[in-house]
């Protein structure tokens, strides 16, 4: 699907003092020289009658808002605007997709925004959370405003059909360039998945009367109308996918009709959420939930971050792949969404990342030549700041959380609980019940099970999970500290923990579930970094000195992580086998829960939410054919 993206090139024409962005690729406007914002709010915002639709969503329901072309983001701001203005006081959501191949650069960008000061406010979050010039998707999150954006950068022709429809498109934006200008953003294969992203009710707009446009939605049984255009232009298309006529429902649906009333309900208040196991699966999982308003309740045996990720410190040190399968790579996607997530919060630290080339030297350093600039950068052994024999791809955009800050300022939210207990067992009947010993604890509309390799007690036939022991080790190196933004990696790692302490480590022993800290791992830890560093490492003091905390990992089979349902009919989801990785998955696996749990459209490609599913290892049963005997 995926290829390395090329920002847009551009031209500008001075209108009436406003500097209006022109595309060298499609030699088009950007927006109307008459007044871009009014043609937006006529066109888009009225052609979907969004002001009465949004006034009138009720508390906590979903309203999604597709679009075929981001351009400047200026459709998204003036939607973003509508929804602060006639928006009721209640927790509905908003949440917009947009699909854009020529991504403008972000000093482009925030020109072409300054033509319209009056949306400076929200231009400016825009900006802040911005993305690399990457493929796939990037989520820009506004909790505070009840309102998100999927950008997906890439071509619409690769997107479309990979989004998985876990909600429906409620209104479209059929925006880009003329058809004349961009045929391929309105063909066909284009619109079919457009279609197929929506439902009965779905609402579609654009500047655009084109032939293909009004026979494609016509072929699909959306009714079509021909009001009058913006400015100059007579006439603009405003479009309804009106449900069929039937004198005589049928009992299926009837049925269908009240599941779908029965699910509104649902959805028209805050759920009640439990998740058992407070490691950062657990904690990630229950921001996800209270940043939507919903009641989170988290139970753990022992303590917050007792388990795996209750290290001093964790390093976001992703092992990127080529730049072109970007859009389909977990860990690069999770890297992408984690950078965006942890730095809301104060236990995050912005740093640098020096992946030293112990191998393939070539592949590794080339990337940085492959990704956008900024990103990454190679080294070779006279950049390197600390002496070593080997050359290193530097890794611009990274960082370190502080686990226990993080904890701390997740378990403030005021949507979530924490209770000590050990959860013995749960029962689902209607909804699931959970219980310590015989003492029931309450019902819930969901249950998320983040336990580790303890999740298996709560599931039948749950896939396995190897245990995998690792020791980090800290030593006091302040006679000569590391510089605070820098972070090396070489098989293990070292960054500085504080101004006084050096940490590095970590060990790796498959199949041990020990937990005690030993000398053996520290030793184990100072070879690794003796391999690279020989001449800083002889000035660390003896092992004797040296501290350390030993925890297990949860890994799956194939190193994947386990994400949603065991049993369709049930509300109980997992969430484990992060295993080293926590820290840099849990963030966007906890946004593609709760996509799957709240209805929400999802934020990576379908095939890759089928690689997470916690069912992917289950046989499929083939049915045999029935013998026949031959007659004779």
């Given at each position: ?106 000093a482009d960008l925030i020109r072409a925004l300054n033509a319209w000061p009056e949306l400076k406010p929200l231009a400016d979050q825009l900006i802040s959370q911005y993305p690399m010039p990457i493929a796939g998707c990037h989520r820009l999150s506004f909790p505070e405003e009840r309102f998100s954006l999927d950008l997906w950068l890439g071509d619409a022709h690769d997107i479309f059909p ?86 005589n429902p049928s009992p299926d649906q009837e049925s269908a009709q009240k599941k779908t009333e029965s699910a509104l309900e649902i959805n028209a208040r805050p759920r009640q959420i439990a998740v058992i196991g407070a490691g950062i699966a657990g904690l ?349």
């Amino acid at each position: 699907m995926s290829h390395a993206i090329q920002t847009a090139d551009l031209d500008w024409q001075l209108v009436d003092g406003i500097d209006v962005p022109v595309s060298k690729q499609f030699g088009d406007v950007y927006f109307s020289k008459d007044n871009g914002l009014l043609e937006t709010r006529h066109v888009f915002l009225n052609g979907n009658d969004l002001s009465t639709r949004l006034t009138n969503l009720k508390p906590f329901e979903y309203f999604c808002v597709g679009e075929t072309g981001f351009g400047t983001g200026l459709n998204i701001l003036a939607l973003w605007q509508l929804w602060q203005q006639v928006r009721p006081d209640n927790p509905s959501h908003l949440h917009a997709i947009s699909v854009e191949k020529f991504p403008l650069s972000k000093a482009d960008l925030i020109r072409a925004l300054n033509a319209w000061p009056e949306l400076k406010p929200l231009a400016d979050q825009l900006i802040s959370q911005y993305p690399m010039p990457i493929a796939g998707c990037h989520r820009l999150s506004f909790p505070e405003e009840r309102f998100s954006l999927d950008l997906w950068l890439g071509d619409a022709h690769d997107i479309f059909p990979v989004i998985e429809k876990t909600a429906a498109v409620n209104a479209w934006f059929l925006d880009g360039f003329a058809p004349s200008c961009n045929p391929d953003m309105w063909e066909e294969n284009v619109l079919n998945h457009i279609v197929r992203l929506s439902e009965t009710g779905t609402t579609f707009a654009s500047f655009s009367v084109a032939g293909v446009l009004k026979r494609g939605l016509k072929n699909h049984g959306i009714s079509i109308s021909r009001p009058r255009g913006f400015g100059h232009k007579r006439e603009m298309l405003k479009a309804i996918w009106n449900p069929a006529e039937e004198s005589n429902p049928s009992p299926d649906q009837e049925s269908a009709q009240k599941k779908t009333e029965s699910a509104l309900e649902i959805n028209a208040r805050p759920r009640q959420i439990a998740v058992i196991g407070a490691g950062i699966a657990g904690l990630s999982t229950a921001w996800a939930f209270a940043q939507r308003g919903h009641q989170v309740t988290i139970y753990d045996r022992s303590a917050p971050l007792s388990g795996g990720s209750g290290n001093p410190l964790a390093l976001l040190n992703p092992k990127l792949c080529p730049v072109e399968q970007s859009a389909e790579h977990l860990m690069t996607l999770s890297w992408q969404h984690a950078l965006n997530h942890y730095q809301k919060f104060k236990a995050f630290r912005p740093i640098q990342v020096n992946q030293l080339a112990l191998k393939n030297p070539e592949q590794l350093l080339g990337l940085a030549d492959a990704y956008p600039e900024g990103i990454l950068a190679a080294q070779t052994v006279e950049d390197q700041e600390m002496q070593t024999a080997f050359p290193s791809l530097k890794l611009l955009a990274a960082g370190a959380v502080s686990p226990h800050q993080l904890r701390d300022e997740i378990l403030q939210h005021p949507h979530i609980q924490y209770q000590q207990a050990q959860i013995s067992h749960l029962e689902t009947t209607i909804q699931p019940e959970l219980f310590v010993d015989q003492q029931s604890l309450g019902k819930f509309d969901h249950v998320i099970v983040c336990t580790a390799r303890e999740t298996q007690q709560f599931f039948a036939d749950y896939p396995p999970l190897k245990p995998i022991r690792g020791q980090v080790s800290w030593v006091n190196n302040q006679t000569q500290p590391l510089s605070q933004n820098t972070a090396y990696s070489y098989g293990g790692y070292c960054m500085q923990l504080n101004a006084e302490q050096l940490i590095l480590g970590a060990s790796f022993y498959p199949g041990r579930d020990d937990t005690e800290v030993l000398a053996e791992d520290h030793m184990h830890n100072y070879e690794l970094i003796h391999g690279v560093f020989p001449e800083y490492a002889k000035s660390l003091p003896s092992l004797e000195t040296w501290q350390g905390r030993a925890s297990l990992r949860a890994q799956s089979q194939d190193y994947f992580p386990l994400l949603g349902k065991m049993k369709a009919e049930e509300e109980v989801y997992s969430f484990a086998g992060l295993g080293s990785k926590g820290f840099l998955f849990a963030p966007l696996c906890s946004e593609i829960l709760a996509a799957q749990i709240l209805g929400e459209v999802c934020l990576i490609p379908s095939h890759v939410v089928k690689k997470l599913s916690v069912t992917r290892f289950q046989k499929k049963v083939k049915m045999k054919k029935p013998y026949l005997k031959p007659q004779i």
